[in-house]
């Protein structure tokens, strides 16, 4: 599949190439919230994230004539963030080891862990700034490789695909990695947001992803 004739992007993008510059940032403004996210679902640092971006944003203007539309552009943008990031961490030599083993992880047969009660979290709680904290505090502690695919499906919204594209992985293992994202998030979470509030102000409220 190729650029497609007649999509803005495409005009954009042809525009772009023939000389007028100055609209590149109409391209990428609707993903700069997008790759600042996964920048920082990296390396958790807001000035770092930041550089990253603006790095990408860079690159992605260097290289905007070999973009042939295989996948969306802000899904190429978002791989050039991420591979950008990426090169950050290991440069830096900050990133903690993974050792998820990618053959046994793409083929593996997923159990859900027993979570009786998971549901139950206070709804109140969840209008309080200090839950919007725990939240982001909660995705920060997932390993690189689950923060990642949380941040571009659950945060961002891209589907399956795009983010599989973005992440230079398997549909398969996407779902895998999300679905063992969840449960840690519901397992960090639920204990906490239960303590945020009085049980009598707890309300029945079902995850976005249930």
């Known amino acids: ?18 000389g007028e510059r100055d609209r590149f940032h109409d391209l990428i403004r609707p993903y700069e919230r997008r790759i600042y996210l996964t920048a920082f679902s990296v390396v958790k640092n807001e000035a770092e994230a930041e550089d990253i971006v603006q790095e990408a944003v860079l690159r992605a203007y260097r290289k905007l004539a070999s973009f042939r539309g295989e996948s969306k552009f802000g899904t190429w943008l978002t791989a050039i963030t991420l591979n950008e990031a ?23 047969e997923v159990t859900p862990a027993v979570l009786t009660d998971w549901r139950e979290v206070p ?41 599989a594209q973005a992440l230079g992985i398997s549909i398969s293992l996407v779902k895998v990695r999300l679905h063992r994202a969840r449960l840690m998030l519901q397992k960090i979470l639920v204990p906490k947001l239960r303590a945020a509030i009085k049980p009598e102000r707890r309300s029945r409220w079902r995850w976005p992803w249930s």
Do not use: C, W, Y
């Open 86 to 108: 990426r090169l950050r961490l290991r440069r830096s030599k900050s990133a903690l080891t993974d050792s998820l083993d990618e053959r046994t992880e793409d083929g593996a």
């Open 123 to 163: 709804l109140a709680a969840l209008e309080r700034g200090e839950i919007r904290l725990l939240l982001q505090e909660a995705i920060a502690s997932l390993p690189e490789t689950f923060r990642e695919v949380v941040i571009l499906r659950d945060m961002e919204e891209m589907n399956v695909s795009e983010t």
């Open 1 to 18: 599949m190729g650029l497609v004739a007649g999509h803005p992007e495409t005009e954009l993008i042809a525009s772009i190439l023939a």
